[in-house]
């Protein structure tokens, strides 16, 4: 059933909430600073990676509804390149963007974005939590371990996959660091699984200037095979950053105290989303995003809210990563040498509502581990992009292409 395709990309990680975390690394009061240039790489490799999933997907699905953060796939996959060596290491950091980084840069540039970024706005609230859940009695290299809790903060504790009452704790975690959001990542857990790495991030704010409620009203959305439904349409005329295109008009709203915002890419008539997405890249979004100006209009939003789950073995693959997934070649020696390991699964499940006050989304991803067995109107009413980030540096935070709302 069409309804509607929605692309979340999320590149700003945060510190766990339940842990107290060594910033000392960070001078007192540069939360409000420019990028460093390797800082600006790393974001830059970030949504490059995610525009590129983005299309596989799409082009893989194109009439399916999808929800996915490829950055919070990326933080998760960026825990488990510290333990990757040889052909696996080399494959996973071009997927991921990394090969103008040293594996130091890589790491330590992740720990001051997350900083710098997730402090950005008091008005703006996201989190990302990193875990790590072994296998008990299953022997990990310390190197592995003491990287992931500095950089990445995360979690790690010895579990008894056995025990019953183990998938229930790993998605509590979960469900606890999503706000409930996403209340579970796995359903069991096989007797190979020896390590779970995850990822969960939150994200919650309010437009800077919100909607009326009393403006809001049903409208027809016209979707991309010529059917229409009725929606509920956000209201209101203001002053929005806009830009216009040959094929889109652009319109950014800026969350909290505008460090945040989403951009919003509606296809003008004869071209679609998949259109757009296939000639935009990181370069091209950088070139769209210094072009907004102010124009006073009316703009209609839909309202709509999503949840959806993948896996993304196959989408890894097919980007370069196949190695990691390879049961006889993958290398994660770096995690413990005397086993043949490789990654069985990267499960994802993200979740989206955007209304008249602001946005409130989720998303959790799971690398598992196992052992081998071997001036205008515009009214938003067609198939439109959109996209959250931070202004100052353009970074992407989420970007999505919504087909029909649904509430």
Request: proline content about 3%.
């Amino acid at each position: 059933m069409k309804k509607f395709v929605v692309f979340m990309l999320i590149v700003i990680i945060v510190s766990l909430t339940m842990c107290t975390r060594d910033f000392s690394m960070f001078p007192d009061g540069q939360t409000d600073r420019e990028l460093t240039s390797l800082e600006k790489e790393l974001s830059s490799s970030s949504s490059e990676f995610g525009f590129q999933m983005f299309r596989k997907i799409l082009q893989d699905q194109p009439d399916s509804s999808i929800f996915i953060s490829p950055l919070s796939i990326s933080m998760a996959l960026g825990m488990t390149y510290n333990g990757a060596e040889g052909e696996t290491e080399n494959a996973m950091r071009t997927v991921l963007g990394y090969e103008n980084l040293t594996d130091e840069q890589i790491n330590a540039n992740y720990a001051s974005l997350i900083h710098l970024l997730t402090n950005r706005d008091e008005n703006v609230q996201m989190t990302i939590a990193n875990s790590i859940w072994i296998r008990e009695g299953f022997p990990v290299q310390q190197d592995f371990i003491d990287l992931n809790k500095k950089y990445f903060n995360a979690r790690v504790d010895n579990l008894d996959f056995s025990s019953s009452e183990a998938v229930e704790i790993i998605n509590n975690w979960v469900s606890q660091n999503t706000n409930n959001n996403i209340e579970k990542i796995i359903n069991k857990i096989d007797p190979l699984v020896v390590m779970y790495l995850i990822n969960a991030i939150y994200f919650k704010a309010f437009w800077q200037y919100p909607f009326d409620t009393e403006k809001t009203s049903e409208g027809w959305f016209f979707k991309q095979n010529g059917d229409s439904v009725l929606c509920a349409f956000m209201q209101q005329e203001n002053s929005f950053q806009y830009v216009g295109t040959d094929q889109f008009q652009a319109v950014d709203l800026t969350y909290g105290q505008g460090s945040f915002s989403m951009s919003l890419l509606l296809p003008k008539s004869g071209y679609t989303v998949t259109d757009i997405i296939s000639d935009l890249n990181k370069n091209e979004w950088d070139t769209l995003a210094d072009q907004f100006s102010p124009v006073t209009m009316i703009l209609k939003i839909p309202k709509f809210t999503l949840e959806y789950n993948i896996t993304l073995n196959e989408v890894l693959k097919s980007l370069g990563m196949d190695t990691a997934f390879d049961e006889i070649n993958a290398d994660f020696s770096g995690i413990n040498p005397d086993y043949q390991l490789y990654i069985s699964n990267v499960l994802h499940k993200s979740f989206i509502q955007v209304d008249e006050e602001g946005t409130e989304a989720a998303a959790a991803t799971s690398v598992e581990v196992s052992l081998t067995s071997v001036p205008r109107t515009v009214s938003f009413n067609h198939p439109f992009i959109f996209i959250i980030r931070e202004r100052s540096s353009n970074t992407i935070l989420f970007m999505g292409v919504m087909q029909e709302p649904v509430e």
